[in-house]
């Protein structure tokens, strides 16, 4: 089972620069790092996000990191049925063991087990991220990858908006009691990595963050709002690398919520969709995208480096 969509692994053109985005504007903190590579954590996970520095200097989404329970191979070999590429193991600090694999539209995933605990963070003047939230990703076409994501993952769908047939945007969930609304969202568009979520106890604490963010040169992207899908209040900001990232507060969960009903379908025309209180997407948010690294080019480069 996939108990929780748990980071990603993102490549950046200024390791530092990312690192002191994320420690001061987001909340994180380092766990440990090298020149490569830096793990970030929000509590006492060993990371809710990885970072390595870009050999080439461009910002790249390098791997989507889902949480399984149970046997590894197993989950490996669920996914290739369905469709994904079975890239191999992968080893790196905070996880007991790790499989890579390569899924439609070419984006990397990769499975793990085992995450380290670490100490508890000490209390901070600004609130930090409980948790990372989610990643939204986009797809030429919704539809298939709602499907390759249940029968690989055994996610399940949260909401679509639009229909389920063309959605524009939908979301799935673990297939947990109380799990978040969506660990996964899944855009209408060419294939990009669109944005990355971190959730906050409480809306005055994710104001805060706001506060802190916002400058001279600084404006959020879009919000503050509340999504009616997921329920959560949010604000989107941009980090060094031009990576959105939105900070939330107050997504739903999935059972026992009160504001959880059953996955439906949200019409395009229906405003509480998108925000409750009253704003339209800005073309800005639409716009803003993060490449990927397809793992198998990866291995495709490694091979010819070595013949
Ligand atoms: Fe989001």
């Known amino acids: 089972m996939i108990t929780r969509v748990g980071s990603i692994t993102l490549d950046v053109p200024d390791l530092q620069r990312s690192i002191e985005f994320f420690t001061t504007k987001v909340g994180l903190e380092v766990t440990e790092r090298d020149d490569a590579t830096a793990y970030l954590r929000c509590a006492d996970r060993h990371h809710d996000l990885i970072l390595e520095q870009a050999a080439n200097g461009e910002a790249a989404l390098r791997h989507l990191n889902l949480e399984v329970e149970g046997d590894l191979s197993e989950h490996v070999a669920r996914a290739v049925a369905a469709g994904a590429v079975d890239v191999g193991p992968i080893a790196h600090p905070g996880v007991a063991a790790a499989h890579v694999l390569e899924i439609p539209s070419g984006y990397g995933v990769k499975l793990y087990t085992g995450l380290e605990s670490v100490t508890e963070l000490p209390a901070s003047p600004l609130q930090r991220p409980f948790?990372?939230?989610?990643?939204?990703?986009?797809?030429?076409?919704?539809?298939?990858?709602?499907?390759?994501?249940?029968?690989?993952?055994?996610?399940?769908?949260?909401?679509?908006?639009?229909?389920?047939?063309?959605?524009?945007?939908?979301?799935?969930?673990?297939?947990?009691?109380?799990?978040?609304?969506?660990?996964?969202?899944?855009?209408?568009?060419?294939?990009?990595?669109?944005?990355?979520?971190?959730?906050?106890?409480?809306?005055?604490?994710?104001?805060?963050?706001?506060?802190?963010?916002?400058?001279?040169?600084?404006?959020?992207?879009?919000?503050?709002?509340?999504?009616?899908?997921?329920?959560?209040?949010?604000?989107?900001?941009?980090?060094?690398?031009?990576?959105?990232?939105?900070?939330?507060?107050?997504?739903?969960?999935?059972?026992?919520?009160?504001?959880?009903?059953?996955?439906?379908?949200?019409?395009?025309?229906d405003q509480r969709a998108i925000d409750e209180w009253g704003s339209a997407i800005p073309e800005e948010w639409l716009a803003k995208r993060t490449a990927f690294i397809r793992p198998t080019e990866t291995l495709d480069t490694l091979y010819e480096a070595l013949t």
């Open 131 to 269: 948790r990372f939230s989610h990643f939204n990703i986009a797809v030429p076409e919704v539809a298939p990858m709602m499907e390759f994501f249940q029968a690989a993952f055994d996610l399940r769908p949260s909401d679509w908006i639009g229909s389920k047939e063309d959605p524009f945007l939908a979301w799935l969930h673990c297939p947990v009691f109380n799990a978040p609304h969506h660990g996964v969202a899944i855009l209408k568009g060419d294939p990009k990595l669109h944005h990355v979520a971190f959730d906050y106890e409480s809306v005055s604490g994710l104001v805060a963050r706001v506060d802190n963010y916002v400058d001279e040169s600084h404006y959020l992207v879009w919000g503050m709002g509340r999504h009616g899908t997921g329920g959560s209040v949010f604000a989107y900001t941009e980090d060094a690398s031009g990576l959105l990232v939105e900070l939330d507060s107050g997504m739903i969960s999935i059972g026992d919520d009160p504001r959880w009903r059953e996955a439906q379908v949200w019409s395009l025309t």
